[in-house]
């Protein structure tokens, strides 16, 4: 994707893109309300590479997900669905680590994150999950599959998908309808704010709703 395009989406209004995506694709692209950053309020864009857990009595580590912390390009977001059990914590201190150390811009979980205070005082890095859980993964779940089609926050999200969070909520963005997008959600911003100046200086929200139609 265009690095232009990405850094475009680093500013645009997450409720902006959420319309915007309303407008270009014709459904719904932005999570579900759940889906929040556990450890700041940090904007965090980036493709998405994504990883699938099932449940398992077995002790089996997290292997794909591990793999796909260090082979994922930098910059990247995980993005890691779960068939079974939300209350686990597929993401922890450890693998936080990793993104850290590979440069990724965070990660979007359907499931647990566990390890907060460890996170927030070392590596300060947007972890979006479903759930805070201090349950490991081990003898519950395991990973089945990489860099396929996962559902996270009630979305599809394919791989290479642009995945855009801050305290607003989560969006993902195909990449052929991104340039689309993030021209809409540009023009949105910049009607907005002719908006609420208007109606600051006319103390009036009803002239401003009334002048361009939008609430």
Not at 86 to 108: E, I, Q, R, S
């Amino acid at each position: 994707m265009d690095p232009r395009i990405i850094e475009g989406f680093r500013t645009a209004a997450i409720a902006s893109i959420a319309d915007a995506l309303d407008k270009a694709t014709g459904r719904r692209g932005y999570m579900a309300h759940e889906i929040k950053n556990r450890i700041n309020d940090k904007r965090m864009v980036g493709p998405a590479a994504t990883v699938l857990h099932a449940p398992t009595r077995e002790f089996l580590p997290p292997t794909m997900a591990l793999d796909l912390i260090d082979e994922s390009a930098p910059g990247s977001v995980i993005c890691i669905g779960m068939h079974g059990d939300v209350d686990v914590a597929v993401w922890g201190g450890l693998m936080t680590a990793g993104a850290f150390a590979n440069g990724h811009a965070g990660a979007v979980l359907d499931a647990g994150v566990r390890d907060i205070p460890e996170i927030r005082r070392d590596y300060d890095l947007p972890v979006f999950a479903r759930t805070v859980s201090p349950g490991t993964t081990l003898g519950r779940t395991q990973t089945i599959a990489a860099q396929v089609p996962v559902m996270v926050g009630g979305l599809l999200v394919h791989p290479g998908d642009l995945v855009v969070g801050d305290i607003d909520g989560v969006c993902v963005i195909p990449p052929d309808a991104a340039e689309e997008v993030l021209k809409l959600a540009q023009e949105i911003d910049a009607r907005e704010a002719e908006q609420a100046k208007l109606i600051v200086e006319a103390k009036s929200l009803r002239q401003g709703l009334a002048k361009y139609g939008r609430i």
